[in-house]
């Protein structure tokens, strides 16, 4: 079983920044696929930013050119790095770790947007 601890979350202005971690509680070097989710309230979940095992990323047009996923191997973490924050980024963030055999939540983290 594998365990995922996102943390990072808050109440922020527009246009502001926050930085999301995943601590996963096993080597992340199995996991060919790691990401970032969000849902807001009324809505369903959507892929906001993946990373592979070598490296490559994606991301949903909503973010491009505002987050950046990124990932630690020695630390078994991945990061969100958020910038200039909209009310529409407004929900809670999940992390997702995903190998042949495992596809792992973490108990999300809310990030609020507002003035």
């Known amino acids: 079983q594998v365990q995922l601890v996102e943390s990072g979350g808050g109440l922020v202005q527009p246009g502001g920044s926050l930085r999301l971690s995943c601590v996963v509680s096993?080597?992340?070097?199995?996991?060919?696929?790691m990401g970032w989710y969000r849902q807001a309230p009324g809505k369903e979940r959507e892929s906001v930013a993946y990373?592979?095992?070598?490296?490559?990323?994606d991301y949903a047009d909503s973010v491009k050119g505002r987050f950046t996923i990124s990932r630690d191997n020695a630390k078994n973490t991945i990061y969100l790095q958020m910038n200039n924050l909209k009310p529409e980024d407004t929900a809670v963030y999940y992390c997702?770790?995903?190998?042949?055999?495992?596809?792992?939540w973490g108990q999300g983290t809310q990030v609020t947007v507002s003035s």
């Open positions: 096993r080597s992340i070097f199995s996991f060919y696929l």
């Open positions: 997702n770790a995903r190998s042949t055999s495992i596809n792992s």
């Open positions: 990373i592979t095992s070598g490296g490559s990323t």
